[in-house]
Every structure is written in structure tokens, then in C-alpha cells.
């Protein structure tokens, strides 16, 4: 995450999908 998303918002709603996405990926590998 960049200074000036961090500046503009914690909660950007875009940054929170990706972050979701980031993490959904590493929950399937991690269990397979």
C-alpha cells in the first residue's frame, strides 16, 4: 500500500478487496 492511500484512507475499499483476494489466495495454498 502506498503513502498516499495510507494518507487518504485505511479503509479504501479498493485496497480491502485486494488485501481479501491476497489473502483468500494464500488461505487455499496454505490448505492444499
Known amino acids: 500500500m502506498s503513502r ?3 494518507g487518504l484512507s ?3 475499499p479498493a ?3 485486494m488485501r ?12 492444499a
Open 20 to 31: 481479501s483476494g491476497l489473502f483468500f489466495v494464500f488461505l487455499v495454498s496454505s490448505m
Open 4 to 6: 498516499r492511500q495510507a
Open 15 to 17: 485496497d480491502t478487496q
Open 10 to 12: 485505511v479503509w479504501d
